[in-house]
């Protein structure tokens, strides 16, 4: 799991507002059962069923661990951007980079052909996540994760929704509730998707009827290339800083020295 998702981006927050209800029956604070309980009402009023939000969210419990983390994540990005990346690309994670770019040529040809985004971009991306889908994905319950954080009186509306969207995640048959694990914010899968970035940006690419973020190498990485390229990622184009593609990447994470990593990552990878 990479931290720097933690820091939630201007792409989880954009999608987070385009599916969220007008307004919810949970209200933060107060008893926790309560809160569910609204929470539960909501899911019912978008639709998703009994069955799903029953088994999702019955007995689920607040975590302090997680409020203790999430407060923790503030200021993440307190290191030059040298001291940064020299912890995060290195010759191992570059050598591995290269391999996954030979395995996958095939496929990321025609995720580029379709995406416009290029492969040595997404391969950067996929190898700070998650070391390519070998690293830590997350190990906490998404439900549990999800529920603290909207009890929590901050963000709450915010991770309400993000709470609806892993509900519906589960109700369209992407992932059974027991793959429903992740990382400290909600984030799922091979690249760390919020729940509303997997609702709005998933692309099933391997054809089997399911978005699987957390073992389907083509859905990972096309549902990566979709959520860059509808935010303006133009193949062929530059993508440094100071450059519209490096913009783009704010969609992915705001955070200019982890958008920096990315693209010398990138262009290490392209023996640039």
Not at 148 to 168: G, M, N, P, V, W
Request: positive net charge; contains cysteine.
């Amino acid at each position: 799991m990479n931290s720097a998702r933690l820091a939630l981006s201007t792409a989880s927050i954009v999608a987070a507002l385009l599916i969220s209800t007008p307004s919810f029956a949970a209200r933060c604070g107060g008893d926790f059962h309560t809160f569910v309980a609204g929470v539960e009402a909501d899911a019912r009023a978008a639709g998703i069923s009994a069955s799903v939000t029953s088994a999702a969210l019955d007995g689920v419990t607040l975590d302090p661990a997680v409020l203790s983390f999430d407060r923790r994540q503030r200021g993440t990005f307190n290191k030059t951007f040298e001291q940064y990346v020299s912890t995060r690309v290195g010759p191992g994670r570059i050598n591995g980079g290269r391999a996954m770019l030979q395995r996958h040529a095939a496929l990321l040809s025609r995720i580029e052909a379709r995406f416009g985004v290029p492969r040595q971009i997404l391969v950067a991306i996929w190898g700070l996540e998650t070391d390519f889908g070998k690293g830590d994905m997350g190990r906490l319950p998404v439900f549990r994760v999800l529920a603290t954080l909207a009890h929590d009186c901050r963000r709450s509306e915010l991770f309400q929704t993000e709470l609806l969207a892993a509900l519906k995640i589960v109700q369209r048959g992407d992932l059974p509730l027991r793959d429903m694990i992740g990382a400290y914010a909600g984030e799922i899968g091979q690249t760390q998707f919020l729940p509303s970035s997997y609702i709005k940006y998933g692309v099933d690419f391997d054809g089997d009827g399911h978005v699987d973020l957390r073992h389907s190498v083509p859905d990972v990485l096309a549902s990566t290339a979709n959520l860059l390229h509808s935010n303006g990622f133009k193949m062929g184009a530059p993508y440094e800083e100071g450059t519209a593609n490096f913009e783009a990447m704010r969609e992915w994470n705001r955070a200019t020295i982890y958008r920096k990593t990315i693209a010398y990552f990138a262009d290490r990878l392209v023996g640039r």
